[in-house]
């Protein structure tokens, strides 16, 4: 059971390019999320997915992208990269909409933007 | 806004104490609140969930307390190893998506 997976585990950028992080989970979870962690700031949602076909903006949402591709998989684009999106990002999913359920986090992914 | 504070940063204790790790936050209209590890270099591992209308819960050498009026919560660690050397994080949920999280208790059990 690998629980939620994302890839890749790191990635160096130029400023302005774009990449897509992807993320996927084998839990059968309704619900999943993007967050990333700076430094002195914690950890901060970016978007979230509350079910299979509807995204909404967390915190951060600007600079980035979402698409719930299906019940599994949660990616997260950056169209042009900047050196502020210099972070470690997590990918978690959960049950579902009530909030007894617990969040589960992957890996993660670190990227770097020169 | 919700503010979520752990103290102290870091703590660095002898193998076979037990210590307790702090986190209050400043909106007590919280659902829930979930107490997380992390490695270095690693993702979150839940500990444990404390429902709002819980007021502690326990796994194994772990006890997490919540104190809702009071805005605050506890996770006591019996007994400490090593092996549990990590960062502690502390979230409260509010509504059913959204977590906010504190900066980390960085937790170091010398042998």
């Known amino acids: 059971n690998a629980g939620v997976t994302q890839t890749p585990k790191f990635q160096v950028l130029k400023t302005g390019q774009s990449m897509t992080l992807q993320c996927a989970q084998d839990?059968?979870?309704?619900?999943m999320y993007w967050y990333r962690q700076d430094p002195g700031m914690g950890l901060r949602l970016i978007y979230y997915?509350?079910?299979?076909?509807?995204?909404d903006k967390g915190e951060v949402p600007n600079g980035y992208n979402v698409s719930r591709l299906n019940k599994r998989e949660f990616s997260l684009r950056l169209e042009s990269a900047a050196p502020s999106q210099t972070s470690v990002y997590f990918c978690?999913?959960?049950?579902?909409?009530?909030?007894?359920?617990?969040?589960?986090f992957g890996p993660g992914t670190r990227l770097t933007v020169t | 806004k919700q503010e979520v504070t752990q103290i102290p940063a870091a703590l660095s204790v002898p193998e076979g104490e037990n210590l307790v790790l702090n986190c209050s936050f400043t909106d007590s209209a919280i659902y829930n609140l979930q107490w997380f590890r992390q490695d270095p270099g690693k993702g979150l591992t839940s500990l444990l969930l404390i429902q709002s209308s819980q007021r502690e819960q326990t796994s194994g050498r772990l006890n997490a307390s919540l104190d809702k009026s009071s805005g605050r919560s506890t996770l006591y660690i019996a007994a400490s190893q090593p092996g549990d050397s990590a960062t502690y994080l502390c979230?409260?949920?509010?509504?059913?998506?959204?977590?906010?999280f504190g900066q980390g208790t960085r937790l170091t059990i010398n042998p």
């Open positions: 839990m059968n979870h309704n619900s």
């Open positions: 979230a409260v949920i509010q509504g059913a998506q959204k977590l906010v």
């Open positions: 978690a999913s959960r049950r579902g909409r009530v909030s007894s359920y617990e969040q589960y």
């Open positions: 997915s509350a079910s299979e076909g509807t995204t």
